[in-house]
């Protein structure tokens, strides 16, 4: 296990999906856990914290400017949710993305993802993606790779949304922090991916746009297959 020092990652910045998961968290954790929960969260997702990193509870106090119980606190819940093991002594370990993950993940995005694009696709839902995608270019010109991700998750989770189905749409949502994290593996892996990935989503709007259901399915396979090649030539 390496073991680069928890201090030497960036500063956190909250995102605004991930400051709203924490601020929607119904518990009465203290506030100086959910900064740590959030500072780790946002490091191992957006791959500044990276698989096979040992994370110890005196570096990460440091970082944040906390005691070490409310780092244990954060840890733990961050075991729980399948992104850190605990070691005890030791500290935390980054849990790498295995290829049984990538395969389980992208199994299930086709299932779901597919099933909602065949459905028509009304105006509200068009313009919705559109400006998504708008968004994304202009975040990939910036070179924000975390954000691109996100709101390439967001394009996809919209499309789900969409179905009006909410057993389908609080699967979708539980593979959110995976796909994150899968998504900024690929672009920092394979930079020529971004304009793809955004040519891609380009494909699946114009199909739905065009109410070509058919179209709109089979972009989705390619889009979504593509990335488990890609993931599977980059687990870390």
């Known amino acids: 296990m390496s073991s680069p020092r928890a201090t030497a990652a960036a500063p956190t910045t909250a995102s605004t999906i991930d400051s709203a998961t924490v601020s ?25 914290y990276e ?18 119980t409310p780092v ?16 005890p002594k030791k500290g935390a370990l980054v849990l790498p993305v295995s290829v049984q993950e990538i395969g389980d993940v992208v199994e299930t995005r086709l299932l779901v ?3 909602a694009a065949r459905r028509p696709a009304g105006p509200a839902l068009i313009a919705e993606l559109a400006e998504l995608l708008d968004r994304q ?29 909410e057993i389908l749409t609080r699967l979708y949502d539980q593979l959110r922090d995976r796909q994150l994290r899968m998504g900024v593996a690929v672009m920092h892996a ?15 709007l114009d199909a739905l746009r065009a109410g070509d259901a058919d179209a709109a399915v089979a972009a989705v396979h390619r889009h979504v297959g593509s990335v488990r090649a890609l993931l599977r030539g980059d687990v870390r």
Do not use: W
Not at 54 to 68: F, H, Y
Not at 190 to 203: M, S
């Open 24 to 48: 929607a968290t119904p518990d009465k954790r203290p506030p100086a856990a959910e900064r740590v929960y959030a500072h780790v969260k946002e490091a191992v997702l957006g791959r500044r």
């Open 51 to 68: 698989g096979g990193m040992l994370l110890t509870e005196g570096e990460l106090a440091d970082a944040v400017g906390v005691s070490r």
């Open 72 to 87: 244990r606190e954060a840890l733990l819940r961050l075991e729980v949710e399948g992104l850190l093991r605990l070691y």
């Open 113 to 115: 993802e597919e099933h």
């Open 137 to 165: 270019r202009e975040l990939a010109e910036a070179g924000d790779l975390a954000q691109v991700a996100r709101v390439d998750r967001c394009f996809h989770a919209t499309l789900v949304r969409s179905t009006g189905n």
């Open 190 to 204: 394979h930079p020529g991916r971004i304009a793809q990935n955004i040519a891609e989503h380009g494909e699946i």
